[in-house]
Each structure stands twice: as C-alpha cells, then as structure tokens.
C-alpha cells in the first residue's frame, strides 16, 4: 500500500521568516553618520518522523505468509519545530571604522562563580564524609 501525501510547508516557512535579528532588535538604525546594525544568534530546530506497522492476520499466519505480505497494522507519523533567537551585539560603522561591539550580561559572570563554589564545596564534603566513614570504620574492625 503506497500512501502519498502533500507536505504543507506553509508553517514552517512563517516560523522561519518570524524567527530573525529583526524580532530580537529591528531594523538597523542610522544616525549623524554612524549606522548600527543590530548582531543576534538565531538557532532552529526541526523534525519529523513517520512509519507505518504491519500486523499478520489469522488467515496470513495459518498459511504460512512472509511478514512482508502481511497486511498493514497501522501508520502514523508527527513532527515539531523549535527555534530561538538571541541578541549577541551590534556593529557601528562610522566614517572612521567598523567595529562589532557585543552585549554582555554581567550577572552572568557572578552568577557562574557562585555556582563553582557550590559544586566544588559539594564535591569537598562528599570527599570529607566518605573519607570519615572509611576512618569509623578501619577503627570498627580493629576496637
């Protein structure tokens, strides 16, 4: 059983022209001769997945027939989209220069050294409690 079917791609194709450096900032700015054009990392993602199962009838399995011939159980298939838009910096030009100048998020920065204290303060204590049950133990055996 051959099934042929029409793709719809309309989705997609609005997803894709929604998902770019003018939904994260907008169209580049000029000014007194300097004109900044906006910088932003757009990822998307996209998948789809079908097949179809087949399941031997009573009559098939009595005679003797290869799976192959066997008539079809079921089919079924799906897809999904995902995207993601994020601003990385501008680029100024002046009559002098190009330059890119990125945007940053400085609680990025303490955040992640908060974040290495606590795992290694983590990875310390479990050494230190491990290391005490060994000591409680050896002392165990020989009391």
């Known amino acids: 059983m051959e099934t042929k079917e029409i793709i719809d791609l309309t989705p997609i194709e609005q997803f894709v022209e929604t998902l770019d450096v003018k939904s994260v900032f ?19 993602g996209f998948g789809y997945g079908g097949g179809y199962g087949s399941q031997p009838s009573d009559g098939d399995a009595a005679e003797g027939k290869e799976e192959e011939e066997a008539s079809v159980g079921g089919a079924g298939g799906g897809g999904g989209a995902g995207g993601r838009a994020a601003p990385r910096g501008f680029i100024r030009i002046t009559p ?11 609680e990025r920065i303490p955040l992640a050294g908060i974040l290495m204290v606590a795992w290694s303060v983590f990875w310390v204590a479990l050494t230190l409690r491990t290391l005490f049950k060994s000591i409680a133990r050896v002392k165990q055996a020989k009391g």
């Open 26 to 44: 907008g169209e580049p700015v000029t000014e007194d001769g300097v004109t900044l054009i906006p910088v932003a990392e757009v990822q998307y």
């Open 96 to 106: 002098d220069k190009v330059t890119f100048e990125p945007i940053t998020n400085e």
